[in-house]
């Protein structure tokens, strides 16, 4: 049986907004989840939401339908969280609310897929009647169980769950909760802060709130709502209708756990709606490596909405033309209690595959596949006061290449979060990076190339051992170009102690052992004998393209002395292929 995410709810009759007035006030309430993302930010015990960015916040009308989204944060929260309000509206009523409550949980299945993100939702009130929600959604840096990792083999190994419930009750603290989350966790005082974080988040975003309906003179936002909902909605579904009536199928691989997973698409386009539709991809797997339906519809219309509506503003009306279903119990469709704490690793996936789906009917509009996740580096162990310490950093490798520009180096797609600089990972843990640096030919070869990878040596101080969880991919199924473009380089994961990662899982290391992390390219686009000499020249330069690979895999001859392009040569290395 297939089941389906879509959004049905009836949008009111749309009040007619003098055009100026409705620009002032959609950029007043972007300002304004802005200042909600940014105090959430700024007020963050960790670098995970400090420094990589990954959360989401955005302001809902009362009827739990999402209007308005900070610029920053990821899709996998962004529109996970679109979704949830209804969840929660379900167990807590709205006239069961009142000033002062705030609603949590870190249900897989009901918000962003996985247990290390919570999501927290702060219902606005003028006066003694609702108005609307604040929401927002952050990893934490540890929710007990094994920690952040693939070896579960369900979720009640992978830590804490906390269904939907009030952290706040009117205004107090819901002390046993918090007691609870602290007993479970290894890292009590930065999980308990991002918490905190999480409110006072919100609660500037209701105050700002409330100072633009006063401005306004708005006694409810829901008219403003439905204006914009409806506009979006309007112009997704234009763009929906420029694509071709027709079928778009595409499949791809993920290195997986155990066996490597098959991703199959197919995307239905009928008028101005899209079903895209995930039956044949891989079964449920028995590790943490799963996907949850409320994960697969975010990354899914995020991708939709890159090729066909960048434009267009992310909130409710946007998903409203494109339906997502999977089967039950296959990896994008995973059930309770299936293991589901590395999800992103096949969820970022999901773009690359839409992208291909797509190429031949929007070949200007997507991108080559690119390392498609962010590696995930949980280091733990004892520091020499035989306390517990535990450390989490994101890196990304490049990006695909793009029908006119090159890929991005080192940069996280689909996800968008940021690297962690060097030293902020050496100042609050005992990792110390030996080494960072561009992956020399990792990008692949085309007239533009696939984004690099990057190379990473770290070890640990001290003289205990210590252990390391790696969530990372494309070891063994590299990254694809278009139209002629070479694959990306792979990846590759060895430690000092000569073991070379196969697979995923946690591992031990002794004192003063080290780790070398190779993160993979992103795919080239077009024919790399099609690029400009010229260009081909300026990476050798940059230390992108060693000489050896110019000539292999651009047709450009370059003197190793010189750096000087020899045209004769090149030409007919080029005219002899």
């Known amino acids: 049986m297939d089941i389906e995410i879509t959004f049905d709810l009836e949008v009111s009759k749309v009040t007619t907004i003098d055009p100026i007035q409705l620009e002032v006030m959609w950029n007043r309430l972007i300002a304004v989840v802005n200042e909600q993302a940014t105090a959430l930010m700024r007020t963050s015990f960790t670098t995970i939401v400090r420094e990589s960015g990954d959360l989401s916040a955005g302001v809902f009308d009362t009827r739990g339908n999402m209007i308005a989204q900070a610029v920053t944060g990821t899709p996998g929260h962004i529109n996970a969280m679109a979704t949830c ?27 962003s897929g996985h247990l290390h993100d919570f999501t927290v939702i702060t219902p606005v009130f003028q006066e003694e009647r609702l108005v609307g929600f604040f929401g927002n959604t952050c990893h934490v840096l540890d929710i007990g169980g094994r920690g952040l990792g693939t070896d579960a083999k369900s979720v009640y190994e992978e830590g804490l769950f906390v269904p939907i419930t009030k952290l706040y009750d009117a205004g107090q603290e819901n002390s046993e909760l918090v007691k609870l989350i602290a007993a479970n966790v290894r890292t009590p005082e930065p999980v308990l802060g991002d918490i905190h974080a999480q409110v006072a988040g919100n609660d500037v975003g209701g105050r700002r709130l409330l100072e633009f309906m006063s401005e306004f003179g708005l006694e409810s936002i829901e008219p403003l709502a439905d204006e914009i909902i409806f506009r979006s909605e309007k112009a997704m579904r234009e763009a929906i209708s420029r694509l071709p009536d027709g079928s778009f199928e595409n499949a791809v691989y993920s290195d997986g756990y155990e066996e490597p997973v098959r991703l199959q698409v197919k995307i239905d386009k009928k008028g101005d709606e899209l079903w895209v539709d995930w039956t044949g991809s891989s079964p449920e797997s028995k590790l943490g490596i799963n996907v949850v339906l409320n994960y697969t519809h975010a990354y899914t219309t995020y991708a939709v909405k890159c090729a066909l509506a960048p434009e267009v503003p992310n909130n409710e009306g946007s998903f409203r033309p494109v339906h997502v279903s999977a089967p039950e119990r296959c990896i994008l469709n995973a059930q309770h209690p299936a293991p589901v704490g590395a999800r992103h690793i096949i969820g970022h996936f999901l773009p690359g595959a839409i992208f291909g789906a797509l190429s031949e009917a929007l070949p200007d509009s997507v991108m080559a596949e690119g390392a498609a996740n962010i590696w995930i580096n949980q280091f733990s162990g004892r520091d020499e006061a035989d306390k517990v310490w535990t450390y989490v950093w994101f890196s ?77 991919d494309r070891t063994r199924y590299a990254a694809q170009g278009y139209q002629g473009g070479q694959p990306g380089g792979f990846g590759r994961i060895e430690a000092s102690t000569g073991e070379v990662f196969e697979r995923k899982g946690v591992r031990d290391f002794p004192a003063g052992a080290g780790v070398t992390l190779e993160l993979p390219g992103g795919g080239g686009f077009f024919d790399p004998f099609s690029r400009e000499p010229m260009s081909v020249l300026e990476d050798v330069v940059d230390g992108l393209v060693s000489v050896e690979a110019a000539r292999s895999d651009y047709g450009v001859a370059i003197d190793a002395a010189t750096f000087e392009v020899d045209e004769d040569q090149t030409a007919s290395l080029r005219a002899g292929r």
């Open 396 to 472: 990304a490798g490049g990006t695909g290449a793009r029908p006119n520009k090159d890929g991005i180096n080192a940069t996280a797609f689909p996800s968008g979060i940021s690297g962690v600089p060097a030293e902020v990972i050496e100042s609050l843990s005992p990792v110390v990076m030996h080494r960072r640096e561009f992956r020399q030919d990792s990008g692949g070869p085309g007239k533009f190339r696939g984004g690099l990878g990057q190379t990473m040596e770290v070890s640990v101080r001290g003289e205990r051992p210590f252990s390391l969880s790696p969530l990372f």
């Open 85 to 111: 309000i209804h969840h929660f509206l379900a167990v807590y009523p709205s006239d069961t609310l009142v000033p002062g409550d705030v609603l949590i949980t870190n249900d897989p299945q009901k918000t």
